[in-house]
DNA sequence: ATATGTATTATTGTATACAATTATACCATG
DNA sequence: CATGGTATAATTGTATACAATAATACATAT
C-alpha cells in the first residue's frame, strides 16, 4: 500500500512522537529533553534530534533551552482549522472531480469498502472499531487531497487534517456519527466517480460542516 | 525586533538554503549531499542534515538515497497558493481587524511606513529598493497573519507566502506594482484601524487578486 | 553483446565525545 | 532576610568516527 524504503530510526520516531503529541499522550507545555527520550526509546540523541527538528517545523512542539515544549492542538486551532478545511476542502474535492482517473477512483473505492466493513461489523455485534474507521476516514481525506493534482492544497490541507486526530478520534467513539460520516463519504465518492466537481464541492463542504457541528456539540 | 536567542548554525543553515531554494538558487532536480553542503558551508554534517529534515518537512526537498532533490516552486504551485491565499487571507484579515491592538497597529504602521519612504525614494532617485520593498511587503503580510490571533491561519497562510518568494521579487521589479501593492496595504491598514472586518476582508482579497493578476500577465 | 555477480565508491544513518550555554542550588555578604 | 555571586548540573549544539546501505563500475561468463 506504501512505499517501502528502509524507514529510518529517526522516521519512526517522528512519527510516534507526532502521533503521541498529536492524541494528546503529551500534554501542552510538558518538556521532551532529549536525553530522556534517547533512554526512553533506545536509541542515541541524532535521530531523536532530527526527529524533534521535524516537529518544531510542524510548530506542534517549541524548542526552549530547557527541552522542547510540546504545543499541541487547542479548541481554538480545531475551531479555526475547521473553518480552514470549510473553506478550502471543496475546492480540492472539486479539483479532484476533474482530475481524478480511474485508478485513483478504484483506490479511493477500496478505502470506503473497508470503512463500511467495519462500520457494519459495528452495527452486527457492537465491536469497537472506531480506531480503524478513524484511519480509513483519514485515508480518504488524503486521496481526496493527492488526487486533486495539486501539491498546494495537499500542503496545505494535510496537515490541518493530521493535527485534528485527537479530537476526530473521539468524534468518532459515537457510531452514529461514524456511520454518518461513511455516507457523507460515499457521497462524494458517487460525485467523483460522476467527475461532477459542483457536487463533489457542495458536499464535501457539508461533510465538514457535520463533522465539526459533530466535534462542537461534544466538546463544550 | 526579533527576539534575540543566539541562533544556531543549524537554523542559520536551514534559513540560508530555504531561501537559495525558494528564490531559485538550486534549481529544481538538483540535489544537495550533506558532504559537499558540510565543505561548502565550512560545518559539519549533523546541523546541515537538521536543517534538511526541516527542509523536508516544508516539502521543499525530497530525501532520496542519492542525496536531497531539490522541488522547489512551480508555477502551478503559484497558481494553487494564490487561488488558497484569495479563500482564506480575507478571512484572516477580517480576523485582525476584530481583534487588533493599538500595539499591533504601530508595528504595522511602522513597516508600511519604511515601505512607504523606500517606494516614494525610488521615485525620486530611481534606485532600485525592490529588495527592501519585497522583504517589508513580507513583513505586513506575517504582521496581518500574526495579529489574526489565529494560529491555524498563521501556520497555513505563512509558508504559503514565504514560498512565493521567486515570483513576489519578480513582481516587485516593476516599480508601479510596487507603488500600487504599498496602496492597497494602506489600505488594508485603515481598515484595521477602524476595525472594519468587512472592508478588510474585501480589500485583503483584492489585494491577493491583483497581486496574482499582474503576476500572472508577467509570467506567461 | 548481454546479463550477472562482485568489488568499489558514494552517501546517508547512528552513536558518541566534547563544547557551549543556560538553569539551578548554594553559600557568602550586607 | 534579601541579594549577588560562584560552582554545579542539566541541556542543547557541534564534530567526528563508524556502520549500513545504495549506486556504480567493471570484470566474467554465457
Redesign the pocket.
Known amino acids: 500500500m506504501k512505499e517501502h524504503?528502509?524507514i529510518?530510526?529517526?522516521?519512526?520516531i517522528f512519527e510516534q512522537l507526532e502521533h503521541d503529541i498529536l492524541i494528546g499522550k503529551y500534554q501542552r507545555g510538558e518538556?521532551?529533553?532529549?536525553?530522556?527520550l534517547?533512554e526512553t526509546l533506545?536509541?542515541?540523541?541524532?535521530?531523536i534530534?532530527?526527529a524533534?527538528r521535524r516537529l518544531e517545523q510542524e510548530h506542534i512542539i517549541e524548542?526552549?533551552?530547557?527541552?522542547?515544549v510540546v504545543i499541541g492542538i487547542s479548541k481554538e486551532d480545531l475551531f479555526d482549522m475547521y473553518e480552514i478545511r470549510m473553506h478550502l476542502e471543496g475546492l480540492a474535492a472539486a479539483r479532484t472531480a476533474r482530475s481524478i482517473t480511474d485508478d485513483g477512483l478504484s483506490k479511493m473505492k477500496e478505502v470506503l469498502d473497508l470503512q463500511r466493513y467495519y462500520v457494519d461489523k459495528t452495527d452486527a455485534d457492537n465491536s469497537d472499531n472506531s480506531d480503524n474507521i478513524k484511519n480509513l476516514d483519514s485515508e480518504f481525506h488524503r486521496l481526496l487531497y493527492i488526487f486533486s493534482g495539486s501539491k498546494a492544497y495537499y500542503d496545505t490541507l494535510l496537515p490541518i487534517h493530521k493535527k485534528m486526530i485527537k479530537y476526530r478520534k473521539a468524534s468518532m467513539k459515537s457510531h452514529s456519527r461514524a456511520r454518518q460520516s461513511l455516507n457523507e463519504h460515499e457521497g462524494i465518492y458517487h460525485a467523483l466517480e460522476h467527475h461532477d466537481p459542483e457536487l463533489a464541492q457542495k458536499l464535501t463542504i457539508e461533510h465538514a460542516t457535520r463533522a465539526r457541528d459533530s466535534i462542537l456539540e461534544k466538546e463544550i
Open positions: 524504503k528502509s529510518s530510526i529517526a522516521d519512526q518538556i521532551l529533553t532529549e536525553l530522556k534517547s533506545g536509541v542515541s540523541r541524532t535521530p534530534r532530527e524533534i524548542e526552549t533551552s530547557r527541552g522542547a
